[in-house]
T-cell receptor, first 114, second 109 residues
Framework: IAGITQAPTSQILAAGRRMTLRCTQD?????MYWYRQDLGLGLRLIHY???????GKGEVPDGYSVSRANTDDFPLTLASAVPSQTSVYFC?????????????FGPGTRLTVL | GQNIDQPTEMTATEGAIVQINCTYQ??????LFWYQQHAGEAPTFLSY??LDGLEEKGRFSSFLSRSKGYSYLLLKELQMKDSASYLC??????????WGAGTKLIIKP
């Protein structure tokens, strides 16, 4: 693995189903982030984690949950998907939170909820 | 509220120079980032400014004026591969990035 990987690449999901988007990084970065990107809008932060074992809510956390059991993995779960969660989801990481925190992005997951 | 404004779309000619502007209003300021995003791909880091002035990196330069809440990204000697969206993001008082919607740059031969 080099950098950040996300799985799946794309997914079509029925409304009401549960879905977990996976994110793994091999850079030993402390901070990780989940964003969604919608046409005409900037990237919006869903949840973040400054270090393993801690998580925080971003701008649009409702309907999503995260966990950070270890440094490398940061899965995002949609408990009961709704059509408004149709979006492209990006996972990102940075060496640490605060100060200069250049973020490195995974390739994204394109999710469609019908 | 927090707000990042940048033009939706710009068109330029191969070999020319283009300036993409970004204005911001945020709760606190801990630096401004520019990212490049090709269609269907992830954003990649271009530049970071935290002090006023110009930062030059090859064909790309980024300028910041904190008093005006203003930045621009300058791209010189445009190449077709520069066709992409350019995202402006500001680190707020909590060091969270607030993102603009991006400027789609179209390069014509």
């Amino acid at each position: 693995i080099a950098g950040i990987t996300q799985a799946p690449t794309s997914q079509i999901l029925a409304a009401g189903r549960r879905m977990t988007l996976r994110c793994t990084q091999d850079m030993r970065h402390n901070a990780m982030y989940w964003y969604r990107q919608d046409l005409g809008l900037g990237l919006r932060l869903i949840h973040y984690s400054n270090t393993a074992g801690t998580t925080g809510k971003g701008e649009v956390p409702d309907g999503y949950s995260v966990s950070r059991a270890n440094t490398d993995d940061f899965p995002l779960t949609l408990a009961s998907a709704v059509p408004s969660q149709t979006s492209v989801y990006f996972c990102a990481s940075s060496e640490r939170e605060g100060t200069y925190n250049e973020q490195f992005f995974g390739p994204g997951t394109r999710l469609t909820v019908l | 509220g927090q707000n990042i404004d940048q033009p939706t779309e710009m068109t330029a000619t191969e070999g020319a120079i283009v300036q993409i502007n970004c204005t911001y209003q945020t709760s606190g300021f801990n630096g401004l980032f520019w990212y490049q995003q090709h269609a269907g791909e992830a954003p990649t880091f271009l530049s970071y400014n935290v002090l006023d002035g110009l930062e030059e990196k090859g064909r790309f330069s980024s300028f910041l004026s904190r008093s005006k809440g203003y930045s621009y990204l300058l791209l010189k000697e445009l190449q077709m591969k520069d066709s992409a969206s350019y995202l402006c993001a500001v680190a707020d008082s909590n060091y969270q990035l607030i993102w603009g919607a991006g400027t789609k740059l179209i390069i014509k031969p």
